[in-house]
């Protein structure tokens, strides 16, 4: 699959993520709306974790001449969200509470704004 189709479905499942992402830190938690954009949220930060690992990294150091820096958020996404879920599923509201924020700010934030670096796509698009 080329790069661009790549970057395209990225856009297509992190965006609609970021969105749902800060609807849920904004409405009242436990209701079945914060479960239903939550259980959404959480797929659609597993498909854009998949689907970046398919990516490779053009800006910096690479490991097997495809991984950089920002796949370590894909890793962490993958790691978080089905702990994050085993969580909130236990009963241990605290526990899933700081790995839903950790992941919004780490994968969403933090890797959002790398996306803004010189050389990578954003960047291009908005800045030049």
């Known amino acids: 699959m080329s790069y661009t189709i790549l970057m395209y479905l990225h856009l297509a499942t992190i965006l609609p993520a970021f969105v749902l992402g800060t609807l849920s830190f904004i409405l009242k938690k436990g209701t ?70 950790g992941l919004y700010v780490g994968a969403m934030l933090i890797a959002g704004a790398f996306t803004f670096v010189p050389g990578r796509y954003m960047h291009t698009l908005f800045f030049t």
């Open 32 to 101: 079945v709306t914060h479960k239903i954009i939550g259980r959404i949220y959480m797929i659609l930060m597993l498909l854009t974790a998949f689907i970046t690992l398919f990516m490779p990294s053009f800006i910096g150091p690479q490991l097997f001449n495809h991984f950089g820096w920002i796949h370590l958020f894909s890793f962490l996404t993958i790691y978080t969200v089905p702990t994050a879920y085993t969580a909130i599923k236990k009963g241990d509201v605290r526990r899933h509470k700081i790995k839903m924020i």
